[in-house]
Each structure stands twice: as structure tokens, then as C-alpha cells.
């Protein structure tokens, strides 16, 4: 089943502190956001990759995509000042029709079998999100102090990809945006105007690369899969 993915890459990586984008960092000699990338080049089943990038790194990014020999399937769309604005600016340069995937450019170890599972689902539900079951006890506090301890085998940890019928996700980033409302991922954009999402368990290894640890596990999780 064919789908299209955009990939946010406008970031500034605040949080890593590595004083410029995280997705150029190297892990295993490659930039992060060429892993990333492979795994869409490498499936089939992806007819196009927009890239959200900041303008200032177009250089950067065109050498790399000329690197990865992809100059056919990627295309670049302006980034924004949040991931949100990012996103949507990818949208409207995409095909109107059929699936669309928005998966981070900071989570490089995605599977295919995911994806695969992702899309099914999505065809079938118009929106769906891949998550993995909480491990930590989660507790709400006010002025830290607990006020509620949340039962947790009703609790996802939300990852990217997350999928949905084109069509959908444009009307819910056109009311977030008449709305002015942002919005932690892109799924509750689309619960917000009232569509089922559905959830497809995936991988704890399918972590985002936030801070300087995640690095450390990245290695970790690189060697692991060998
Ligand atoms: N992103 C984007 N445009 C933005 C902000 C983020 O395209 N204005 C992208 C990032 O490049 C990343 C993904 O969205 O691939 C997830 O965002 P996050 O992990 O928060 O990355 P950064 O915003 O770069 O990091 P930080 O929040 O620490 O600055
Ligand atoms: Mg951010």
C-alpha cells in the first residue's frame, strides 16, 4: 500500500546542546537524518519524502539527499518556528490523495514492519499512531504533591510515524490553525475534531533523539542491530 511521509528536520536541537541541528550529528559515520531517510528509501511502498528543513541548511540537505542518490523521491518544503508550522507547510505541498505519514527526522530506528502495520490500519481507520505500553507508574502532582496516580494499563507512550488519510489530516491542521491551537503531536489535532485514532504497538527502541544520552542508546541500539 502505497503512502507518502513527511519528515520534520526544521529543528534547532535545544535540548541535545550540541549548538546546531541534532539531525547532522553522525551516528555509525552517517548524519542522523540519513538513517532516518534509509528506511523510507529502502521501502517500496513510499512514493515521495518531503523533507521540512530550515532554509538556512538547504545546502546541508541537498548535498546529502545527492549523497543518498534520492533526488527524485525527496522534495524540501520550508520549515517553520514550531514542529506544527514545519509539518504543515510539507502538507501543502503534498499529494492530496491517499496516506501520509508524518515521522520525526530524530527517530532514525524505525522498522519497516512498523510502518507496514501503520499503514494497513490507517486505510482502514483513517488515522493511526504508533505507540508502545507505559513501564513507569505515572502520577499527577500539583506543587508536587501527588493528586492522582493514573492506571497505567490504560497509558501509551506516543512515538512517530503517525498515519492518516491525507484528506483528514489537512482539515485538522486547517481547524488547529483558524483555531491557533498547537498541539504536542499530530494525532490530537485529529482527535480534536472528533476522528478515531488508532493505536499500532511498535518498538522501545524506536526512541526519539532528545538529549545528550539518547546518544548513548543510539549507539547501543546501532550495535544491537548489527
Ligand atoms: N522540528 C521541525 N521544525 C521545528 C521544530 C522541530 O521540523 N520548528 C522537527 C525536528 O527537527 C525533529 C522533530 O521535529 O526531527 C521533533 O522535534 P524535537 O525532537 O523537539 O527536535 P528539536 O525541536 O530540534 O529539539 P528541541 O526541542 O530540543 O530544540
Ligand atoms: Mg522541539
Redesign the pocket.
Known amino acids: 500500500m502505497n503512502y507518502q511521509v513527511v519528515?520534520?528536520?526544521?529543528?534547532?536541537?535545544?535540548?541535545?546542546g550540541a549548538g546546531k541541528?541534532?539531525?547532522l550529528i553522525p551516528l555509525d559515520g552517517l548524519p542522523v537524518i540519513s538513517h532516518t531517510l534509509q528506511v523510507f528509501l529502502s521501502d517500496p511502498n513510499c512514493s515521495r519524502i518531503i523533507l521540512?528543513?530550515?532554509p538556512d541548511e538547504e545546502k546541508f540537505f541537498s548535498s546529502m539527499v545527492k549523497d543518498l542518490q534520492a533526488e527524485k523521491r525527496i522534495t524540501f518544503a520550508a520549515?517553520?518556528?514550531?514542529?506544527q508550522?514545519?509539518?504543515h507547510n510539507a502538507l501543502r505541498t503534498a499529494d492530496p490523495e491517499g496516506i501520509v505519514l508524518v515521522h520525526?527526522?530524530?527517530?532514525p530506528f524505525i522498522r519497516r514492519e512498523v510502518i507496514d502495520r501503520l499503514v494497513v490500519q490507517a486505510e482502514k481507520m483513517g488515522a493511526a499512531i504508533t505507540a508502545v505500553p507505559v513501564k513507569d507508574t505515572i502520577k499527577k502532582a500539583v506543587n508536587m504533591e501527588v493528586s492522582e496516580t493514573i492506571e497505567r494499563s490504560s497509558l501509551w507512550s506516543v512515538q512517530t510515524p503517525q498515519a492518516f488519510r491525507i484528506s483528514l489530516l489537512m482539515e485538522a491542521y486547517e481547524t488547529a490553525e483558524s483555531e491557533g491551537f498547537l498541539g504536542t503531536d499530530d494525532a490530537s489535532l485529529v482527535e480534536r475534531i472528533g476522528a478515531p485514532v488508532s493505536i499500532v504497538e511498535g518498538h522501545y527502541d524506536n526512541i526519539?533523539?532528545?538529549t545528550p544520552e539518547d546518544l548513548y542508546f543510539a549507539e547501543a541500539i546501532l550495535k544491537n542491530k548489527g
Open positions: 519528515i520534520p528536520a526544521a529543528g534547532q536541537g535545544k535540548r541535545m541541528n541534532k539531525l521540512a528543513i530550515n520549515g517553520g518556528t514550531e514542529r508550522y514545519s509539518i520525526d527526522g530524530a527517530r526519539k533523539l532528545t
